[in-house]
């Protein structure tokens, strides 16, 4: 196979950038060997020093104008009873989601009612989309989340920040900063399971984290046609972080992360036995990081690798993708009003592809990016700031690429408004490129990137300290298309732009032991001659609910409630391919927590109403399950 005859030219290539990794680290070294304090845990769940999570490129430290983020931390992914991702985004307003099938199967998202493809996955700020993927889609579906420690997600257009992919958003997960020991069991009366596990070694001065997850989920058929098989998953994920603290300011980590999804699956047209997917990945990044008060250098390495393979019947697809990458970024508070930062990464992919269908082909491709970066962050006047962000990617198929971002925001005493103009950029990926399939597609080396601009204005009015409402609208268009035409991937031929716009609104309110957040998402998504894209609905709203409940009795208890509501919207036909309207689905999950002092039981009813319902057409998704288990 090509990556094997290939060995031994990547591993002088990998040893060469090892060695000017090494060369940075040693200078680094030098330069701060006079810092002779030390950085110390009081406790294993207190880290005092520093930042844990790992810089994201162009995002400077000290100034947060700008970047609009979401955070999902670890204590919400647990009382939420999450399993995947994909439990975790389904009640953010930017976000909709369809799965082809029960947990394990292919899942796509769409940001502000952009393609799939245009969400950036990364981990500890590293882009791990898997360029072997069709149009370079990250499959949602095998991101389980037990070694998970937190979730960011970045909506709207964030080209400058993070580069390629990024039109709709991005998400970033978090791997590190975990140093609680933990063992968590989940069970239903499906006899599904998850298992995780977390086991910190600490000193005053380094740490080494390890987490360890499987899930075993075997429930319904995919096909909406059939119920007579289910098409089951397997996954199993290994976490290792090492994090070493040379002074208080200077610390050098680790990241290795590896992950396995084998699932059954029914394909296109047809619900049948013997499809199997076995999709593994894996992540490895070395980091060096140099943080104050007013200053912050961040060196990184990172080696991404992934393997597909589909079997049907007999008849196996591998898909095969590997990244090697370098980045250096840096900040600077140059005083109370002015920040600025800057940085460089390098990427180099390359791929291969293996048929064995009705077109038995095999091709490979590679490809490399260099980009350079910067942002500025200028405080005004009292609490108003405005910030510039640039970008230039120079990509070996597409050349030179710009993405720009200016944000002005002003605060006063209850409330705040802002507004931003951006650029994003998605170049076409080694599959779009060099790729093959079973179908007769070949790959178009002739591509142009993808290019969005979109304009945003954002405000949020505190009421008090219980009460506050937050309101996003954008408007965004996509240009140079590139889709599937005449087994071929092509700009679209008549330049029809991709057009969004939306309105979110998202409600907070707490009192005393009960928090409440409701938001609604109102979405028009269409093609420049107005037709609808599809599996993007224009109404979506859901309600977050949750209730502390103590008495002598019951104990501590937490009792959430989900509800979401998707709305009605268009899609694709499974079997005979015409555009037909799909009705709105309302799913609500219930869930009590009793808590202990070291430990936390749990029962979640999912679906509870029974709700039958496919999202895409032709896909059966999750019934009614009681789920129940432990965290300790």
Not at 64 to 93: C, F, H, R, Y
Request: aromatic share 12%; glycine share 8%.
């Amino acid at each position: 196979m090509y990556l094997k005859k290939k060995k031994g030219c990547r591993m002088i290539l990998r040893s060469i950038l090892i060695f000017i990794f090494c060369i940075f680290t040693k200078n680094l070294y030098a330069s701060e060997a006079h810092m002779s304090s030390t950085c110390k845990w009081e406790n294993k769940n207190v880290i005092p020093c520093v930042e844990i999570i790992s810089s994201l490129s162009n995002s400077s430290t000290f100034s947060k104008s700008g970047t609009n983020k979401t955070i999902i931390t670890k204590k919400q992914i647990i009382e939420s009873g999450a399993i995947d991702l994909i439990d975790v985004l389904n009640i953010i307003p930017d976000i909709n989601i369809t799965q082809s099938g029960p947990k394990g199967q292919q899942a796509s998202i769409f940001m502000r009612g952009t393609g799939s493809n245009h969400t950036l996955v990364m981990i500890n700020g590293v882009p791990i989309n898997d360029q072997s993927t069709t149009q370079g889609l990250h499959d949602f579906g095998v991101d389980f989340i037990q070694t998970v420690q937190q979730i960011e997600i970045y909506p709207g257009s964030s080209g400058t920040h993070f580069g390629t992919n990024a039109i709709g958003g991005a998400i970033n997960i978090i791997l590190t900063g975990d140093y609680k020991d933990s063992l968590s069991l989940t069970t239903d009366n499906n006899a599904n399971y998850e298992l995780s596990g977390n086991k910190t070694f600490i000193n005053s001065k380094s740490s080494l984290n390890t987490k360890i997850g499987i899930v075993d989920n075997k429930t319904i058929s995919a096909r909406g046609n059939s119920n007579d098989e289910n098409d089951g998953v397997k996954n199993y994920s290994t976490n290792i972080n090492y994090e070493k603290f040379i002074n208080e300011n200077l610390r050098f980590y680790n990241t290795t992360y590896l992950r396995q999804t084998k699932a059954e699956y029914d394909n296109s047209n047809t619900n049948q036995t013997g499809y199997v997917g076995d999709n593994k990945m894996g992540t490895l990044q070395f980091g060096i990081e140099n943080q104050n008060i007013s200053k912050k250098n961040n060196y990184i390495f990172y080696y991404n690798i992934y393997n597909r393979e589909y079997d049907e019947r007999g008849i196996i697809d591998t898909y095969e993708s590997e990244v090697i990458g370098l980045k250096y970024d840096f900040s600077r508070l140059v005083n109370q009003k002015i920040s600025f930062g800057a940085g460089a990464e390098y990427k180099y992919d390359w791929g291969y592809f293996d048929n064995n269908g009705s077109y038995q082909a095999s091709t490979k491709g590679h490809s490399d990016n260099l980009a350079i970066y910067g942002n500025f962050g200028w405080n005004v006047a009292k609490n108003s700031n405005i910030s510039l962000f640039s970008r230039s990617d120079n990509h070996k198929q597409t050349g030179s690429n710009n993405t720009y971002k200016i944000n002005f925001d002003q605060k006063f005493n209850k409330f705040s408004i802002g507004t931003s103009y951006m650029n994003g950029l998605r170049n076409p990926t080694l599959y779009e490129m060099f790729g093959t399939d079973n179908f007769g597609y070949s790959g178009n080396r002739n591509l142009r990137p993808e290019k969005s601009n979109t304009y945003e204005i954002y405000s949020n009015l505190k009421f008090n300290n219980n009460i506050d409402l937050s309101l996003r609208a954008f408007k965004s268009n996509i240009k140079n298309n590139i889709e599937y035409i005449s087994n071929k991937y092509q700009n679209d031929n008549d330049n029809v732009d991709l057009n969004q716009s939306g309105l979110n609104t998202q409600l907070n309110m707490n009192y005393k032991d009960m928090n409440m957040s409701f938001f609604n998402s109102f979405l028009s998504s269409k093609k420049e001659n107005n037709a609808d894209q599809l599996r993007r609905p224009e109404k979506n709203y859901g309600l977050n609910l949750s209730k502390k409940i103590s008495n002598s009795f019951l104990g501590n208890l937490n009792l959430n409630i989900n509800y979401n509501h998707y709305g009605k919207h268009f899609d694709t036909h499974s079997s005979n391919f015409s555009t037909i309207e799909m009705d709105s689905t309302d799913i609500i999950d219930i869930m009590i927590i009793r808590k202990f002092e070291s430990s936390n039981f749990f029962v979640k009813i999912t679906n509870v109403f029974d709700e039958t319902y496919q999202r895409p057409h032709g896909y059966n998704q999750e019934k009614r399950a009681v789920k129940f288990g432990m965290k300790y």
